[in-house]
C-alpha cells in the first residue's frame, strides 16, 4: 500500500513488517529509519548493501530465514537497493519469515519500477515516497534542531547553512552539530566564524561536478575536480550522473523548442526540478544545443565502456573527457 512520507509515522506497527523507503531525499529516509523503526521495533538491526548482498546470497537468505532463539526478532535494513533485488525481496516477503522486519532503501524509482508496484500492491506491505527538501522544510528542521540544543543564531546565518548544505539534510545536520560542539560554552557564533567552520557542499557532492561541467563553468568543474578524491566507484557515479542529467536537459530542450518559455518548461516539468536546481538549469540550456546534448550522450555512452574497459585508468581517462570540453591541457589538474 502506499502511505505518504509526512504519515508513516501513524502507520508503521507490528502488523506490517515491509516497508520500501524511496526517493531522492536519502537525509530524511536515515533520519526516519533511525527515529521512527529503530524506535517502534525491538530487536538487533542489521544493514545490508545490495552489492553485498549479491556477493553472498546464501548467507543474507540464511539470515533472513533461520530463526535464532536468542533474538527477539531482526531488523534488516537493505541500502541502496534496485530492480535488480525485487525476485529475491519478493520471495521472502512471500515467505514470510518469522520476526523479521524488512526495510527497503532506494534512489529514486519510476512508476515501471518493479520493487515499487510490487510495495504498493500488496497490503502487507508499505511504499513510501521521500521527495527533496524545499527551503522552508529544511528552515524548520533548522530551527528546531538549533532550539533543542538551546542555540540562537540569526536566520543570515542560517541561511548561509542551508545554502552550504544544497539542500541535503544530512549535510545540514552535520553542519549544525558543528555549530553545536562549537557552541557549547555558550558564546555567540559570527558569520566569520560560520564560514570558516561549515564545509562548502562540493566537499560531499559530485553532482555539482556533473552540473558545473554541463553548464560550462570552467572554474568550478577544476577546482572540484582536484579537490575530490574519486575512487573507482565516484568515477562511474559522475559517468551515470552526466547521462541521467543529459537525457532531463534533451527533454527540457524539445519542451523549449516548442514552447519557448523557459520558466515555463522548468516549472511544469515532470517529475519537478528542485528549486536549487532551476539557475544551473537555465544556464545549462542556453549553453547547450539540442545537438550538443544529442552528441554528449553519445560520447559519454563510449566513455563509460571505455572505462569499464581500462579502470587502472579511470580517472585519467574522465579528466581527459572533461578537459577535452574545456580545450585545457592535462598538467592544469
Given at each position: 500500500?502506499?502511505?505518504?512520507?509526512?504519515?508513516?509515522?501513524?502507520?508503521?506497527?507490528?502488523?506490517?513488517?515491509?516497508?520500501?523507503?524511496?526517493?531522492?531525499?536519502?537525509?530524511?529516509?536515515?533520519?526516519?529509519?533511525?527515529?521512527?523503526?529503530?524506535?517502534?521495533?525491538?530487536?538487533?538491526?542489521?544493514?545490508?548493501?545490495?552489492?553485498?548482498?549479491?556477493?553472498?546470497?546464501?548467507?543474507?537468505?540464511?539470515?533472513?530465514?533461520?530463526?535464532?532463539?536468542f533474538d527477539?526478532?531482526?531488523?534488516?535494513?537493505?541500502?541502496?537497493?534496485?530492480?535488480?533485488?525485487?525476485?529475491?525481496?519478493?520471495?521472502?516477503?512471500?515467505?514470510?519469515?518469522?520476526?523479521?522486519?524488512?526495510?527497503?532503501?532506494?534512489?529514486?524509482?519510476?512508476?515501471?519500477?518493479?520493487?515499487?508496484?510490487?510495495?504498493?500492491?500488496?497490503?502487507?506491505?508499505?511504499?513510501?515516497?521521500?521527495?527533496?527538501?524545499?527551503?522552508?522544510?529544511?528552515?524548520?528542521?533548522?530551527?528546531?534542531?538549533?532550539?533543542?540544543?538551546?542555540?540562537?543564531?540569526?536566520?543570515?546565518?542560517?541561511?548561509?547553512?542551508?545554502?552550504?548544505?544544497k539542500g541535503?539534510?544530512?549535510?545540514?545536520?552535520?553542519?549544525?552539530?558543528?555549530?553545536?560542539?562549537?557552541?557549547?560554552?555558550?558564546?555567540?557564533?559570527?558569520?566569520?566564524?560560520?564560514?570558516?567552520?561549515?564545509?562548502?557542499?562540493?566537499?560531499?557532492?559530485?553532482?555539482?561536478?556533473?552540473?558545473?561541467?554541463?553548464?560550462?563553468?570552467?572554474?568550478?568543474?577544476?577546482?572540484?575536480?582536484?579537490?575530490?578524491?574519486?575512487?573507482?566507484?565516484?568515477?562511474?557515479?559522475?559517468?551515470?550522473?552526466?547521462?541521467?542529467?543529459?537525457?532531463?536537459?534533451?527533454?527540457?530542450?524539445?519542451?523549449?523548442?516548442?514552447?519557448?518559455?523557459?520558466?515555463?518548461?522548468?516549472?511544469?516539468?515532470?517529475?519537478?526540478?528542485?528549486?536549487?536546481?532551476?539557475?544551473?538549469?537555465?544556464?545549462?540550456?542556453?549553453n547547450l544545443?539540442?545537438?550538443?546534448?544529442?552528441?554528449?550522450?553519445?560520447?559519454?555512452?563510449?566513455?563509460?565502456?571505455?572505462?569499464?574497459?581500462?579502470?587502472?585508468?579511470?580517472?585519467?581517462?574522465?579528466?581527459?573527457?572533461?578537459?577535452?570540453?574545456?580545450?585545457?591541457?592535462?598538467?592544469?589538474?
Amino acid at each position: 500500500m502506499i502511505v505518504k512520507q509526512f504519515d508513516l509515522k501513524n502507520k508503521v506497527d507490528n502488523k506490517i513488517k515491509y516497508y520500501l523507503l524511496y526517493g531522492a531525499n536519502k537525509g530524511l529516509i536515515e533520519e526516519t529509519v533511525n527515529t521512527i523503526f529503530q524506535k517502534k521495533f525491538s530487536g538487533n538491526s542489521e544493514v545490508y548493501d545490495e552489492i553485498e548482498i549479491f556477493k553472498n546470497t546464501e548467507n543474507f537468505q540464511e539470515n533472513i530465514f533461520n530463526k535464532s532463539f536468542f533474538d527477539d526478532g531482526k531488523i534488516i535494513i537493505v541500502k541502496r537497493a534496485t530492480d535488480k533485488i525485487f525476485f529475491l525481496i519478493k520471495e521472502i516477503i512471500e515467505n514470510d519469515p518469522d520476526d523479521i522486519y524488512l526495510i527497503i532503501n532506494s534512489s529514486i524509482l519510476d512508476k515501471k519500477s518493479k520493487l515499487r508496484n510490487f510495495f504498493e500492491k500488496q497490503s502487507n506491505c508499505i511504499a513510501s515516497a521521500f521527495y527533496e527538501e524545499n527551503y522552508q522544510s529544511l528552515i524548520n528542521f533548522s530551527k528546531n534542531f538549533l532550539r533543542d540544543k538551546n542555540i540562537k543564531i540569526s536566520l543570515e546565518i542560517l541561511n548561509l547553512i542551508i545554502e552550504r548544505s544544497k539542500g541535503d539534510r544530512i549535510n545540514l545536520k552535520n553542519e549544525l552539530e558543528k555549530i553545536t560542539s562549537f557552541s557549547s560554552n555558550n558564546r555567540t557564533i559570527n558569520l566569520d566564524e560560520i564560514k570558516k567552520l561549515t564545509n562548502l557542499a562540493e566537499n560531499y557532492d559530485l553532482s555539482e561536478l556533473v552540473d558545473n561541467y554541463l553548464a560550462k563553468n570552467q572554474r568550478k568543474t577544476l577546482k572540484i575536480l582536484n579537490e575530490n578524491n574519486l575512487n573507482d566507484e565516484d568515477i562511474i557515479k559522475i559517468v551515470r550522473l552526466l547521462i541521467q542529467k543529459l537525457k532531463r536537459l534533451k527533454s527540457l530542450k524539445i519542451i523549449l523548442e516548442k514552447n519557448n518559455d523557459l520558466d515555463q518548461t522548468l516549472a511544469s516539468f515532470k517529475p519537478p526540478i528542485f528549486w536549487k536546481d532551476k539557475e544551473i538549469i537555465k544556464h545549462q540550456l542556453k549553453n547547450l544545443t539540442l545537438e550538443n546534448i544529442k552528441f554528449l550522450i553519445v560520447k559519454i555512452n563510449s566513455l563509460e565502456l571505455n572505462i569499464k574497459k581500462n579502470s587502472p585508468v579511470s580517472k585519467k581517462l574522465l579528466n581527459n573527457f572533461i578537459l577535452e570540453r574545456f580545450r585545457l591541457s592535462n598538467n592544469l589538474i
